[in-house]
């Protein structure tokens, strides 16, 4: 399996997202950029990733302008073949902009751009510890929505407290439900605000994050088949 | 014919709107009395050349519903002049 990841004018998450999938996690890394379109060099068992970030200055809204960019139509047909797709906090947001997630990310309830540790929990019940840095996290989908994500099992991380409690107090933005995290109906488009390639090295004090890529890329391959 | 747009594009009622609400304190802090609620949204103009009124608020509404606004968070009104 190889990660694509690809570079809007703006992303800022991008060498670290490479950094963690080559380094720490020994994967093979192709550096997409967002003018070419060209995804031929990977098959729907590879994943391409969306970085955080501010694509496109988050002009009009978070995301909005991104989802237009050439490459990303081709991973909207990516996409819909059954290739992997992950988005992490802008990317979160270009995925929901694009409808290849339902519900949108808005402004943080506090008002504040939070930057710190906080903790999830998800669907095998573990508790990560994973930094957030997002002034856009608040996860909103009408109820209907969030009905069907809680039935489909798409609901794949919740904030939660150190001890794996999914109190109001643990959830940093306001996100509905607390949901830190989805996925797509089909299982193979992910997106979370967390940003577990932050986590991922000893030097950096936390290695949480290698158990959320397993999650997404391991242990779910395992479940699909 | 160029027609001039105008589009609000403004958070869902039901949504809680944080920015309207930093400055609803803000107002509140500057003395004034009598405001009860803020809501803050964009508003954009566009030059649109068409052959009709009805033609640009179209091309307006497209552009509103495909790109302008989300609307899973937002509401939007055209005025077309």
Redesign the interface.
């Known amino acids: 399996m190889k990660f694509g990841v690809v570079v809007f004018p703006g992303s800022n998450c991008d060498a670290d997202m490479i950094n963690a999938l080559s380094k720490d996690l020994g994967y093979e890394v192709i550096e997409l950029w967002h003018k070419d379109k060209d995804l031929g060099m990977f098959s729907t068992e590879d994943c391409i990733v969306l970085p955080g970030g501010f694509s496109y200055g988050d002009y009009l809204r978070c995301g909005a302008i991104a989802r237009f960019s050439p490459m990303m139509q081709s991973v909207i047909s990516f996409a819909g073949k059954g290739g992997k797709v992950l988005g992490v906090c802008n990317g979160f947001q270009i995925l929901c902009e694009a409808g290849l997630l339902p519900g949108v990310l808005l402004r943080n309830e506090n008002m504040k751009f939070i930057c710190r540790n906080i903790f999830l929990k998800g669907d095998d019940g573990i508790v990560s510890k994973i930094p957030v840095a997002h002034g856009e996290g608040r996860f909103y989908a009408d109820n209907a929505t969030l009905d069907e994500l809680e039935n489909n099992g798409q609901v794949i991380y919740r904030y939660c407290d150190e001890n794996g409690n999914i109190t109001p107090e643990a959830n940093p933005n306001g996100s509905l439900r607390n949901i830190a995290g989805i996925s797509n109906a089909a299982g193979n488009v992910f997106g979370m605000m967390p940003h577990p390639e932050r986590a991922c090295n000893e030097r950096l004090g936390n290695t949480d994050g290698k158990k959320i890529f397993h999650d997404l890329f391991v242990a779910r391959k395992t479940e699909l088949v | 014919m160029i027609y001039a747009v105008h589009i609000n594009v403004m958070p869902l009622k039901e ?5 309207g ?2 400055v609803m304190s803000g107002l509140s802090n500057l003395g004034l009395k009598g405001v009860e609620d803020v809501r803050i949204g964009k508003h954009i103009t566009l030059q649109v050349e068409a052959a009709s009124k009805e033609e640009a608020r179209k091309i307006a509404e497209e552009a509103s519903q495909k ?2 606004a ?1 609307q ?2 937002e509401y939007f009104e055209i005025t077309v002049n």
């Open positions: 949504l809680l709107d944080p920015q609400k930093a790109l302008l989300n899973v968070m």
